[in-house]
């Protein structure tokens, strides 16, 4: 039994050594216009998959279909989804094509709510999605999730309708510094 545990521990530590030494190497391409190997690429998707069902299980979702909400959704996925992500009728970019994994299309399927809401307010390493959650309470990030579940029915025209309906992001209104532009000059009156 000990020559047993020995042999595994040496086993052990020549893995660890030598998975250490092929990432120091720098060997591997990461390189975004360098597709994964097939088993890297799997390892990752079933990674991804399972770690944002985990992740999302217990999420409750509240009621979705309150119009006010979708139409939020509308102007939030507008401002901050569309480069990535497309909307209907809308044609492949100059940046969709440079990102690996490339983002899905949202306008053709309709995501779980509860990994959607995951997904937007956490984000995903290594990818371009960002955590829009730093930003953005979960009343936004819901109405997007709501808006998200009516995308895949609408055609361009009804798209288009429901954005220019749509209320404005109130975050655009902010630099990059994350000041308010109207408070600050507001203050500056006072």
């Given at each position: 039994m000990k020559r047993l545990i020995i042999t595994f521990a040496i086993l052990c530590l020549v893995v660890i050594v030598g998975v250490g030494a092929f990432v120091w190497s720098g060997v591997y391409n990461i390189g975004a216009?360098?597709?994964?190997?097939?088993?890297?690429?799997?390892?990752?998707?079933?990674?991804r998959e399972r770690s944002i069902e985990h992740h999302a299980k217990d999420i409750v979702v509240p009621n979705l279909e309150d119009p006010q909400l979708?139409?939020?959704?509308?102007?939030?996925?507008?401002?901050?989804?569309?480069g990535c992500h497309l909307a209907p009728g809308m044609a492949e970019n100059e940046m969709r094509p440079g990102l690996y994994p490339k983002p899905p299309q949202l306008s053709k399927f309709r995501p779980d709510p509860r990994e959607a809401f995951w997904v937007i307010k956490h984000g995903i390493k290594m990818s371009a999605m960002p955590a829009w959650g730093s930003s953005h309470d979960d009343?936004?990030?819901?109405?997007?999730?709501?808006?998200?579940?009516?995308?895949?029915?609408?055609?361009?025209?009804?798209?288009?309708?429901?954005?220019?309906?749509a209320p404005p992001d109130e975050d655009m209104d902010m630099d990059m510094s994350g000041h308010d532009h109207d408070a600050a000059e507001h203050a500056h009156e006072q």
């Open positions: 216009d360098d597709h994964h190997t097939k088993p890297v690429y799997a390892l990752m998707q079933a990674l979708i139409l939020k959704g509308a102007g939030q996925y507008a401002a901050m989804c569309t009343a936004t990030i819901w109405s997007m999730v709501a808006f998200l579940q009516k995308l895949p029915d609408m055609t361009p025209a009804q798209y288009k309708d429901i954005v220019a309906k």
